[in-house]
C-alpha cells in the first residue's frame, strides 16, 4: 500500500493525526470517533513515507486484544514489523533479558494470581480472609505499588487519597501489604505490578539498558493514554529519555481504571509537559445515533475535566430516543426490563436483537434471575452466567446439603439464619465489596 493509499478515507482530524509524524502529538478522541484507525493509519503513513522505521517503533496499549487488533491492522496497511504490545508485555520482554545480565541469574517466576499470597499475608496478620476481603485486599495492594507507594508509606498515601478497602482499617492493609511483599521474596516470585517495577529499576538504575532500549526504539505510540498509572508512565518517561517522539492517545472520560492507579492527569496535561505540541481532537461519532450522542453529551457536561474532553457529532442517521426509567431498587429494574423485552419477543422483534447491559458483573444475578422468572432465554457474554459460576454451584450444594441435614429437626434455625451461617462457612461475606 503506497503512502497516499493510507490517507484515503480519514476524516479531516484523522488526517490530522495520521500526518502528524515529529514531535510530540496527543490526540483526545472521543468513543466511537475512530482513534484506533487514526493512530494505525498514522504509524503506516509514518512507515511508507520512511519516517518510522517500523522496526525502530513501539505501539503500547493497554489489553491483549487490543494489541492484537492493532498487529492486524497496522498488517493491513503494509506495516509490519511494528511492536504492538501492552505496556506488561514490553516490561516483561525487557527485564527478561536484561535481569540476567544484572543480576547474574534468570527473573524470577511470575505469580499467575495474588490472591493465595495475599491470603496468607492477611491469615499472618490475623486479618479476615473471607472471598470478597482478599480480593479487595489485593486491588489495593495493586494501586499502592502502580502509584509508586511502599508499605511504610501506605496509610498516608490511602488516607489521602480516601481509599475504602471493604472495612479494613489502612493500618491492616499496610501490615497485609508488607507481608505480602515479604512472602514474595521468600517464595521468589514477582507479580505483575513486580514486572513494571523490575523494567522501571533496570532502565533508571542501569544507564546501559536504558541506552539499548532507547538505541532500540525511536518513536512511541501509547492508546489509552487516559489509563496510565504513575508507574507506567515513569516507565514510558524512562523509555523516551530526553526525546519526544510520542503520540499519546485518549479521552479524560473514558478513565475506567482509576480505582487501579490510572490518573487522566497525565493525558490532561499533556500539552503543558510538552509546549508546542500538535494537539487533535477527533470528535466525529460514527458509531451512535444522534439521539444517544445527545444524552452521552448531556451526562460528560456535568463530569469532572469536561472541558479537557470533546463534544460529540454523530454522523449517523437520527434513530428512536433514548428511554429513562427509574425504579425503586435493583430487583425492581430487572424486573421491569425482563417485562420489557418478554412484551418485544411477544411482539415479533427477533431475540438476538436485544440486549442487556450492565455496569459490572455482580449485577447479572439480578437480571438473569429476572429473566429465568420470565421464562426468556438469554445468553451472557463476557463473563459466565451466576448460576454456572464455580463459587455459585458450591453454595448451592452447600445449602441443598444444609437443607437436608436441617429438614424436620425441631431446633432447626430459622431460614436467613441458616443461610448466612453456610454461606459464611464457604468464605462468602454479608458485605457488599467496596465501591459497590
Known sequence: MRAPDVLAGLDPEQRAVATALSGPVCVIAGAGTGKTRAITHRIAHGVHTGAFDPRRTLAVTFTTRAAGEMRGRLRGLGAEGVQARTFHSAALRQARYFWPQITGSELPEISQSKLPIVGSAASRCRVPTDR??????????????????????????????????????????????????????????????????????????????????RSQYHHFVVDEYQDVSPVQQKLLDLWLGERTDV????????????????????????????????????????????????????????????????????????????????????????????????????????QREIAVLFRVNAQSEAYEQALADAGVAYVVRGAERFFDRGEVRQAAMLLRAAVRTADGAPDAPDAAAATAAVLSSAGWSPTPPAGG
Not at 501506605?154 to 479494613?168: P, S
Not at 500538535?278 to 453529551?297: I, K
Open 247 to 350: 503520540c499519546v492517545v485518549g479521552d479524560p472520560a473514558q478513565t475506567i481504571y482509576s480505582f487501579a492507579g490510572a490518573q487522566p492527569d497525565y493525558l490532561i496535561r499533556f500539552p503543558q509537559r510538552f509546549p508546542g505540541a500538535t494537539v487533535v481532537r477527533l470528535f466525529r461519532d460514527y458509531r451512535s445515533t444522534p439521539e444517544v450522542v445527545g444524552v452521552a453529551n448531556a451526562v460528560l457536561r456535568g463530569a469532572r475535566d469536561a472541558h479537557a474532553g470533546v463534544v460529540l457529532e454523530a454522523q449517523r442517521p437520527p434513530g428512536p430516543k433514548p428511554v429513562f426509567v427509574e425504579h425503586a431498587d435493583e430487583l425492581a429494574e430487572a424486573a421491569w426490563v425482563a417485562d420489557q423485552i418478554g412484551k418485544l419477543v411477544a411482539n415479533g422483534t427477533p
Open 132 to 213: 470478597t476481603v482478599l480480593r479487595d485486599l489485593a486491588s489495593e495492594i495493586e494501586w499502592a505499588k502502580v502509584s509508586n507507594v511502599l508499605p511504610e508509606a501506605y496509610v498516608a498515601a490511602a488516607e489521602a487519597a480516601h481509599r475504602d478497602v471493604g472495612g479494613v482499617d489502612p493500618e491492616s492493609v499496610a501490615r497485609v501489604y508488607a507481608a505480602y511483599e515479604d512472602l514474595k521474596t521468600d517464595r521468589n516470585v514477582l507479580d505483575m505490578e513486580d514486572i513494571l517495577l523490575a523494567a522501571v529499576g533496570l532502565l533508571s538504575g542501569h544507564p546501559g539498558v536504558a541506552e539499548a532500549v
